[in-house]
């Protein structure tokens, strides 16, 4: 088996930016996903489940970490500005916030936590609409 190995380097590396039409189409197909039982109220009030940002993770930069056996999500961390409308054009793109490795009390192994940061905004007028972090856990 290969050393779990990470560079530092990649550290505040940026992906390619992205955009993307925010469809209610997308939305319903999130909800029914989650088995939301509200679909046609959350359609018709425009309600956007907060968690639906996590559907855009195209154009992630390489996290550089070699010799992993596995992964795993760890943490998702959103922080709201504003809403986009259905229909309205977004644009993303995301970076290696942190890198850095622990070694776990039970096994002894050592695991590298990776946290990506990603920022979207309207198209249309510039606004921020949401930053949302996640971490995950190579092993």
């Not at 190995?5 to 550290?11: A, D, G, I, L, W």
């Not at 189409?25 to 046609?40: C, G, P």
């Not at 936590?113 to 921020?128: A, H, I, M, P, W």
Request: hydrophobic fraction near 35%; aromatic fraction near 16%.
């Amino acid at each position: 088996m290969d050393e779990l190995t990470f560079s530092e380097e990649v550290k505040g590396k940026w992906g390619e930016w992205i955009e993307e039409d925010f469809c209610s189409k997308d939305v319903e197909r999130f909800l029914l996903a989650i088995r939301e039982e509200n679909i046609d109220e959350y359609i018709k009030n425009k309600i956007i489940p907060p968690t639906f940002f996590t559907c855009f993770r195209k154009g992630r930069p390489d996290h550089g970490v070699k010799g992993f056996r596995t992964f795993l999500h760890a943490e998702q961390e959103y922080e709201f500005f504003s809403f986009p409308d259905y229909g309205e054009r977004i644009r993303y793109r995301t970076r290696v916030a942190d890198i850095y490795e622990k070694v776990s009390k039970r096994t002894g192994r050592k695991m590298v936590f990776v946290v990506f940061e990603t920022e979207y905004y309207s198209v249309r007028d510039g606004r921020l609409l949401c930053i949302a972090k996640a971490t995950l856990v190579f092993m």
